[in-house]
């Protein structure tokens, strides 16, 4: 029992985790735009309303600076709120709230209080919704201390460190993947299986590469690294997970072992958060271990386009992943 | 006060059924999966988007939104560049890198459509503030809906607006939902024109679906705007007949309000009104209809034979 | 109406004595470069501030403002810890990482100061709806500015608080300018009481320099508020004597305009109405005053007594 | 003449910036809380009402989000605002107008539109102002394709880059130091005198080490740099001026040079900017060049405090700067 698993895909699972903790603390409760009856834009709540009542699953006005705004003053006062935005590319609304209020709260206060809200949200691209609907913009919370940010790739991870999230006594952000809200993953049944924030993991073991990756392009540099074996290439593949607080520990020994290190996301690489993994490993003692330079596969420095040939272009291909793996090797 | 051109009441009537042609296209392509993302219909809208872009003049600005199809058009706009940029071709308005949700003209005063709900509000004040500044004559017409008068943005830019006197129309559809919420659970009033009181500007409320009350509505509200007076908020009264997206099971609503809406269809309503005004003949008006169709027909060939954009254009127009 | 109990009166009057002699010392404090960074002060604003809190429950919520003495002493805080804070001690309610604009203690109801225009706009309705959803039958006041109320976050939150009746009442202290920006020149409207009417909740105005009144009007929203029916927005009219912030020349205003005001004193007024209907003595009262400067003058002696937070604690308390 | 030059400080010369592009252009004007009659918060306008009028030095209401969209709107119809956010910590409630409007319209609109914008804001700790009042929050804009990033460390910075920020027709965010307004410094006089955006510049030569830096911690690194002579250690501080776009060609032939970087800005160090030029060194061909890992010395991850002595100690103070030069050269 305690070791059951079962296949659901990510969405469900970040369902589940939404639902057991609803039923474990009456404290816990959802809100958004369209989480009702809707189920949410990408149907993540669908059929929460029916088991919990418009109380605690609480349609919102389309008012993303009410919604952080309100999960703050709520969490801060015994509640344990999860909000959500409908697309990450509205918390531009939400910044205030999220960033001056919540963020700052506990440590402007002098360390008395406390503000545990789960602020979920979808970003990436590949749905072909432009410029406006796709941005991946975990980078800007990354950067505000009183943040834990999150970005699950696999169903598994989804469940466990949205519970995980959702008994923090902290703000998380909290980024769903769209185009990974189908996938399916073996997720365990156990209603206390928690993945604690700030613990990332190999989802590979391999001696000669370490490919960094989170989120929408995990899958692909899995996949590019199965693909290596049969080419006499060990490539290790290593999740964070968390991005704030990071396993540097995990980073630093892997990159130690390998001396090589690919880092990929799909954000837009200036200023996105490849650049502060790739400091924190030149300025480790991984820094002398490397036989390569550090190098970034983000997304272009572009805004999202909307035709679909264009939007695959902006972001890492497990060609280009390949690419770079036999970059560093050499090859 | 009915003294509208006869021309302007056919090409009125020529823009809602481009409109109603055109999405009814966008939509058999959606449900076929022939088209990438999403997009927003206004099926049952389009006398409030049509006639109130045509009591502009010409020159006049506009903020469309993401069900903007028939904003757009009724500001006259070519279709085959709208089509093609639906189906992200490089003819498009925006070469491809904008769809649905972005058509823009700017040269010809279509400020673009906008896939934040309430992102229209600002940059239709700062429109309207260069016009004031240039003193063009020209005023801006920003369009939303009822969920986006929730929005902050929309508090911030009436009430700047408001103390600037700026030359700016908020044209609120309210089509009784926001995506699946109902008017009734997002905000607490009947009217969204009462909000006009908290920046003290007129308000005005308008059958939505009554071309030319629509028309009259924002020509009388447009004098006011254009001699120096300020804004004024519209709220146009509509439905909208189809999903608010592509994926929607419509659960919200019951089958009945639908039908009762689609009874009072703005453009059967406003032909029957010419019919019975004798301002047109059913000749005149099917040829409208057939003309209009064939205008899309037209519009999807044109997209369809365009090219797709050069991959290389992806870096492109991020910097001026 | 006026059935305020004496010793209710006796302590506000005490209250306001000690938020002006509160402020008094900050401001001398200021003017000789004593204190760190920027404060702003309510002198002129203690009937607004501190009888408003008083018709609350002693465990009802607030959200306080950058300009929020008045309003927690109102609350009933501990003044040394409050003094401490100011001077950055380790003592202070804070441990001296908040300052003047972070004032908060939120196990007492006190749920900060902000240094955010609108910042307590949000939290006052998360907090309200904590309430409601714990059923406490407590209720929120949420504290902002005349300029705040044209930002975003009052819209936002005014519209959710209503439409779920939210137990919160949002109260406006306009003390008719921002910082120097008079409100003719930041909204077109004379009453920001009449923007409750966007959420279709009440709306009051009362003379903010009359502290029976202030009483007397939250209180009686109170009751309306805590009953279940949902948010109300009170709009407090009252003006500050002194500059916005430490470095102010003033320019925007007259000096006549600010004597008049003066003689509009709150704590004079609210002394002479005790006295008229013999509420209290002569001698009650000039013991309360005199008791206050010495709360304060203690709270000077704590506060200077205090120690500094020691510096390994810069990095303490950013997560819980 | 042409080569003239006059002392005044950081805030004057960037108001001599704005007066002068405004008497040059009529398409400029200025608008933001309390610009006119009050100068702005920190005196910056004073006077620019006198000469302008109410017309073009425009008091808004408290309303950040209008302010930043208005400007959006009227620069993509012909006009040149610059919009000023009385602290960075309020372009919080700016971001949508800012990130989602201003900085995407060209490219979502297929190249059709221009925004010539300037969004003017003071950042950096150092005032007693405490946490909503002290950010340093430009690595979220340097984030967002589409806009340019400015901080001027110097008042002939503030102003050639100021007017060329006017002049750009993109929307530029033009970060002011408030710890810098009343630094002196010379200023060309020149109303043509115009820095190009993207041009970095060696403050200091040296060819030990190569210290990079920006806004409030220049001058810091420049005084240890000049220090540091006496003890035989030839430092060079290189100031990019423009963080997009970067001088990345200046900073990796100096690298190149020394062997030796230390990286130095204020912000909060987890997803600071400081990463994204660290990592651009690490993937050049600078990398190779390294004879010791890439420093950053930067912000503390924690708000801002309000205790004077807490506020000092989160910013890399002179002898921290010194601290990581003897470390780089192994002293
Ligand atoms: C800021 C923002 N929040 C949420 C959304 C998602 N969304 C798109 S349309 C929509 C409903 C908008 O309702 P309304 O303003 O009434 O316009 P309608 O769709 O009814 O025409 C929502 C919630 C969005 N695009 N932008
Ligand atoms: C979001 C935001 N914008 C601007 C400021 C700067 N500021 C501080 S107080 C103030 C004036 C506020 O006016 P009002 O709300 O009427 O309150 P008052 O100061 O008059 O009490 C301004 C503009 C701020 N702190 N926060
Ligand atoms: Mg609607
Ligand atoms: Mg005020």
Chains 1, 4 share one sequence.
């Not at chain 2, 020159?59 to 903007?68: A, K, N, P």
């Not at chain 2, 700026?166 to 607490?188: A, D, H, Q, R, T």
């Amino acid at each position: 029992m305690a070791n059951e698993m079962k296949e659901m895909t990510y969405k469900d699972a970040v369902k589940l985790a939404m639902v057991e903790e609803m039923r474990r603390d009456e404290n816990v409760f959802l809100m958004g735009e369209d989480v009702g009856l809707y189920g949410g834009a990408f149907g993540v709540s669908v059929g929460m309303l029916e088991e919990f009542g418009e109380e605690r699953v609480k349609d919102t006005p389309i008012s993303e600076a009410a919604i952080a705004g309100a999960a703050a003053g709520a969490a801060v006062t015994g509640m344990r709120p999860i909000a959500e935005i409908m697309f990450m590319d509205f918390t531009t609304i939400a910044m205030d709230a999220l960033v001056n209020q919540a963020a700052k709260m506990r440590y402007m206060f002098g360390g008395k209080a406390k503000v545990p809200m789960v602020l979920r949200c979808p970003g990436g691209s590949g749905t072909g919704a432009a410029a406006q609907h796709s941005q991946s913009l975990e980078a800007w919370f990354c950067h505000v201390p009183g943040l834990k940010v999150i970005v699950p790739a696999t169903a598994k991870d989804a469940k466990g460190l949205l519970k995980a999230a959702i008994r923090d006594n902290n703000p998380v952000v909290f980024v769903e993947q769209k185009t990974l809200y189908k996938v399916k993953g073996e997720v365990p049944v156990d209603e206390d299986f928690i993945i604690p924030i700030g613990k990332g993991e190999i989802k590979k073991e391999g001696k000669d590469v370490t490919i960094i990756s989170y989120g929408r392009m995990l899958p692909r540099a899995l996949k590019v690294a199965e693909e290596m074996e049969s080419e006499g290439i060990s490539v290790e593949v290593l999740d964070p997970r968390t991005l704030v607080p990071l396993d540097k520990e995990l980073i630093i020994e892997s990159v130690k072992k390998t001396g090589r290190v690919i880092l990929v996301n799909e954000a837009c690489k200036t200023g996105g958060y490849l650049g502060e993994i790739a400091s924190v490993i030149a300025e480790s003692e991984a820094f002398d271990y490397l036989d390569a330079p550090i190098m970034r596969l983000a997304g272009l420095d572009v805004p999202v386009p909307y035709n679909p040939e264009l939007e695959k272009a902006i972001v890492p291909s497990e060609e280009q992943i390949r690419e770079a793996v036999l970059k560093v090797m050499n090859r | 006060m009915t003294d509208i051109k006869k021309e302007t009441l056919l090409e009125m009537y020529k823009r809602m059924n481009e409109a109603r042609s055109f999405e009814e296209k966008v939509s058999y392509f959606f449900a076929r999966g022939m088209v990438h993302g999403t997009t927003h219909l206004s099926v049952g809208e389009e006398a409030s988007g049509v006639a109130s872009c045509m009591a502009l003049n010409s020159d006049d600005l506009i903020t469309s939104t993401h069900r903007g199809h028939s904003q757009v058009i009724g500001k006259g706009i070519d279709l085959n560049k709208m089509m093609a940029e639906l189906l992200g071709k490089y003819t498009g308005y925006c070469k491809g890198k904008g769809g649905s949700m972005h058509i823009a003209d700017v040269e010809a005063g279509n400020l673009g459509a906008n896939g934040v709900v309430g992102g229209g509000h600002g940059i239709a004040i700062g429109a309207a503030l260069t016009q004031q500044m240039k003193n063009t004559g020209k005023i801006v017409l920003c369009f939303f809906g009822d969920g986006a008068s929730n929005e902050g943005s929309f508090h911030e830019a009436l009430n700047l607006a408001s103390v600037w006197k700026l030359p700016v129309i908020f044209y609120c559809e309210n089509n009784l939902y926001g995506m699946s919420v109902p008017i009734g659970k997002s905000m607490n009033i009947k009217d969204i024109a009462v909000r006009a009181d908290s920046y003290g500007i007129p308000g005005y409320i308008v059958d939505g679906n009554d071309a030319v009350a629509v028309y009259n509505t924002v020509k009388e509200a447009s004098e006011y705007v254009r001699s120096g007076k300020g804004p004024v908020l519209i709220e146009s009264k509509t439905y909208r007949w189809l999903g608010h997206s592509k994926s929607d099971a419509q659960i919200y609503r019951s089958k009945e309000e639908v039908e009762e809406w689609k009874n009072k269809c703005p453009i059967k309503r406003f032909r029957k009104y010419m019919l019975e005004k004798k301002l047109a003949t059913e000749e005149e008006l099917d040829t409208i209809e057939k003309n209009a169709r064939q205008s899309i027909e037209e519009a999807v060939e044109f997209a369809n034979n365009s090219p797709n954009p050069p991959i290389e254009t992806v870096t492109e127009d991020v910097y001026a």
